[in-house]
């Protein structure tokens, strides 16, 4: 029997939970500095220490098996030392959306929402979603393949185009372009104001014209990002997640925003374009149940 404190740390956020006797704990979410993540880790696993053997983190860096280097924070997460330093029989890490993809085995159709309905005629899956940063993640003849496509360089100038924006050096990667920061800098620098991605989300789904022309054309860019990848990676399988997308949840639903899908294609590719499925992800805590997942399977 596998004894576990489970983490998902995210840009912003840290989420945790036990699991202890085949029996998952509540899912308590904390917002931590990086140079408290060690003493955390610590207060945690001295509320359960006689009984906790294993940890299993999913965090937001590329995953070098031994250690992730977190993008969005000042923090590298080392699994040798925290297996010595906690007397662990094992640390085991994985990429946050890698997290997300092997969630989908623990979680069940009441934690997806249907966007567009297709026929997928195979398996492979595109996982998606702007945050902190972007997550994406592949799943291609059943092996799930972490990536760290939102730190690409080469598509942000075309996709400036669709803010009717001149390239800078504020959008130098994917994620400076798709992302809750960049929902915020994209605003600052078409609007010359400064609002945070929420009160952007709110105004949007307000009817305010400055913030819906944002978040139309942040869909819309996702949604050409994500076309390119399904050619790219032929999966008929899209699911979109992350607090951001669930909140717009209605503008993403909407006609408008749909008909960027054939719109953002070539058009030689309908056929494809029929097949594909996306669904919303609504489980708030995917991380916590990849983790759990990757744990009974390790």
Not at 245 to 265: A, C, D, E, G, H
């Amino acid at each position: 029997m596998k004894n576990a404190l489970l983490l998902d740390l995210g840009g912003t956020n840290v989420r945790h939970a036990f699991y202890l006797k085949n029996t998952l704990s509540s899912i308590f979410k904390e917002k931590i500095f990086d140079a408290d993540f060690t003493p955390f880790v610590s207060k945690l696993l001295d509320a359960e220490k006689s009984k906790v053997d294993y940890l299993v983190i999913a965090a937001a860096g590329p995953n070098k098996q031994n250690s992730i280097n977190l993008t969005n924070r000042n923090l590298l997460v080392n699994a040798k030392e925290l297996e010595t330093k906690f007397n662990l029989k094992k640390c085991l890490l994985l990429n946050d959306w890698e997290a997300v993809a092997h969630s989908l085995s623990q979680l069940g159709k009441k934690s997806f929402s249907k966007i567009k309905k297709g026929t997928p005629s195979n398996k492979n899956t595109l996982l998606i979603g702007p945050g902190t940063g972007l997550g994406v993640t592949l799943i291609i003849d059943g092996q799930i393949i972490p990536t760290e496509f939102g730190n690409t360089f080469s598509p942000t100038k075309k996709l400036l185009e669709n803010f009717s924006l001149d390239n800078n050096k504020r959008f130098s990667i994917l994620e400076n372009v798709l992302s809750g920061p960049g929902i915020e800098v994209l605003y600052e620098e078409k609007f010359g104001k400064k609002l945070s991605s929420e009160e952007i989300i709110t105004g949007a789904l307000e009817g305010n014209g400055d913030e819906f022309f944002i978040i139309d054309n942040f869909l819309k860019t996702l949604i050409s990002i994500i076309n390119d990848l399904v050619l790219s990676f032929s999966c008929e399988r899209v699911i979109l997640g992350g607090s951001i997308l669930n909140s717009l949840k209605k503008i993403l639903m909407s006609k408008k925003t749909l008909r960027y899908f054939p719109s953002q294609m070539n058009p030689k590719y309908s056929e494809l374009l029929e097949k594909i499925q996306v669904d919303l992800l609504t489980e708030d805590e995917p991380g916590i149940f990849g983790c759990l997942a990757f744990l009974k399977t390790s």
